[in-house]
């Protein structure tokens, strides 16, 4: 999530050894803590892809004591202003939405009041994909063993592993391909360019004979 280290004395693990404790080792989420003054608005956004599930909690402690009519509103939205999830008077809640489309996501918190007022503390945790997903009722509707249900997480971080490769191979040929675009029409700028420049090269050395001779400065 978008938001508000030297050298190693020895050579660390391997890609595999890192995959590997990246697949068995449990997914982490670190829950996003700020202050939220009076009177402000603050956002946090992220790029998440396409048909994902997006779960949140979100907490907000109000330390006025209920003065100054402090109310907390939030608002969760894309990159066309689409509103996903909005809350007016937010305290403590939860959200979930599946995304449509690989988007820029955000996330706002505003806070109206009047008054001298302590800041609001926010604290924010956002899971997507693998990490959305509950295992426990999982296990519960399909009636899986505890060590069917770890098969079933690896298999999901597997696919997932599977398609961010996918969606990074796929951004790598559309940059390739932008490249190779913008390369073929500054080939081709820098050959009508050229053939201009010969061209008023070619017009100057006629129009200086003309003049000169007009002057009878040459034969």
């Not at 996501?105 to 007022?117: A, M």
């Not at 505890?146 to 961010?164: C, F």
């Not at 190779?180 to 006629?206: D, P």
Request: overall charge neutral.
């Amino acid at each position: 999530m978008s938001g508000w280290s030297g050298p190693l004395a020895r050579r660390g693990p391997g890609p595999l050894a890192l995959l590997f404790l990246f697949l068995l080792g449990p997914s982490s989420v670190l829950a996003i803590s700020f202050h939220l003054p009076v009177n402000s608005r603050k956002c946090l956004r992220e790029e998440i892809h396409k048909d994902l599930l997006v779960t949140g909690a979100y907490e907000i402690t109000d330390q006025s004591g209920g003065a100054g009519g402090l109310r907390t509103h939030l608002k969760i939205t894309d990159s066309a202003g689409h509103i996903l999830y909005s809350k007016e008077d937010a305290s403590k809640g939860k959200f979930a939405f599946t995304t449509e489309d690989y988007d820029m996501f955000e996330v706002c918190f505003e806070s109206k009041g009047t008054g001298r007022i302590p800041d609001q503390l926010v604290i924010l945790d956002m899971k997507h994909g693998v990490e959305a997903k509950n295992y426990e009722e999982i296990a519960k509707v399909e009636k899986l063993k505890p060590l069917e249900v770890e098969l079933r997480r690896l298999e999901d971080l597997s696919e997932s592993i599977v398609n961010d490769f996918a969606y990074m191979k796929k951004r790598e040929e559309e940059m390739r391909d932008t490249n190779e675009s913008t390369n073929t029409r500054v080939l081709y700028f820098s050959i009508f360019s050229m053939f201009c420049l010969i061209g008023l090269a070619t017009w100057q050395v006629f129009y200086l004979r003309r003049f000169f001779k007009a002057k009878k400065l040459i034969e």
